[in-house]
């Protein structure tokens, strides 16, 4: 199986290098990855300037080939000009902290394997719920594992799979719950700092509150029980429910009265 | 009531000075918006660095304030840092150019929008077929009913509003039209280009496809067939369809085989 790999940490993280290691006993791995680190790239591509692609070497081995762009850059290049073939799976990360719930939607990992699915392929994304990822050597083998199965089994035209990971050793992981995108709300605060000479600007901090994680059918609530969840996630973003709600509106009075 | 305005395409293109004349006549307008072109942004939001927000002015009238950053970035400083009190709605737009199917998940304007559902407020993003928008003029003030009219009905929490105009006079549309998310895909092709030294780089062109225009619920049937289209999209990404099949995988044995 022909597999493509990136995240959006950069390529020099060890999220992708433990990865790339554990799918490389499943099948051949080709990485384009991000030169720089693109967290919270969301789903944004580049159109307004060429990008360029550099080979990266780590300890003097070719790596993977670098991208000076977003996590769905790296997919779109990686498919249509760097794989000769196209691959089976688009897989992305490990990301250095957990993709759950609301975050999912600012997340450059979770968009990479997304944008597989809007070019007619199919992606993985996977996270571990720590920025350090202490146990990431004894996870990224089940990460192979869950790359296998879906490759055997197959997915479903234009869905993702979004899998995240406590960051637990393997043998403490209680199994896997398949889950909904929880919810959660950014309680946004901006930090007022002083530019190199002294100009206003501000910092982002604040917090990303979980708002049902004590749902059990929730990514939030299978990590902060030792699960590993896995959601599939779709592309249309419609609310059907809210479509038939809105006839009640009588948007189309509007018009008459214009014209 | 009280407006927070923002685009994707930058705080000085014709689209958001348009719109923000037609919303004063309904409400007070602060304009929040990327000080360059953010086109294709998706969803991100700046992270690693702090933001600059510059007062802009428009024929030497105090026009908005301008910040470095992504749409998203715009709504989340206008809420937390620039506005005094919370806006009644956040609106975006009028963005050059459909955001329809598929290609919404690459929108700042439709981001922006939904940026303020995550923070717990309700957002419209207004977009018109065409780059050049030649008939902004009179369906601007129709985006201005439409603003007021989901003002008085509210928006249910969480959700967000995406219209999408044809570019053509309001005396010629035919109506509104509640539709959902039409599907397309991106027939990516990548030119091989040469930068300033002679280095090869590789710009994304290629078109969207549209696979389902020819259903009549869709958005971007709405459009080519001179209506204006509605769409009320969520944050839940969740296939709950594709959920319930997935337990036929029987992921969990992956992990009693790993322990």
Redesign the interface.
Known sequence: MKILLTNDDGIDSLGIITLKAALSGIGDVTVVAPLF?Q???????????????VKYYKDDQFFGFAVDG?P??CV??G???IMRTPPDLVVSGINHGSNTA?N???S?TV?AA?EAA???HHGIAFSINSREAANIDTLA??CA??TK?FYE?GI?D??TINVNFPDIP??K????L????G?S??E????L?F?HIG??????TGILADLDAHDAKTDHYALMNNY?S???????????D??H???K?N??E??S???
Chains 1, 2 share one sequence.
Do not use: C, M
């Open positions: 680190e967290s919270a790239a969301g789903h944004g591509i580049t159109i307004k300037r060429a990008l360029r692609i977003t769905a850059d779109k290049l498919i249509n000009t609301t999912i939607i600012y450059g968009s997304r809007i070019l007619g083998p089940i594992k869950i199965k089994t479903r234009g869905l393997a043998s992981i209680k199994g896997i398949l889950t909904r995108q919810n709300r950014f946004d605060e901006y930090e700092r530019d100009r206003e600007s501000h910092q982002l590993i896995v959601t599939p996630i779709k592309l249309d973003l419609t609310d059907y809210y479509l709600e809105l006839e509106n948007l189309g509007i018009i009265q214009s014209n």
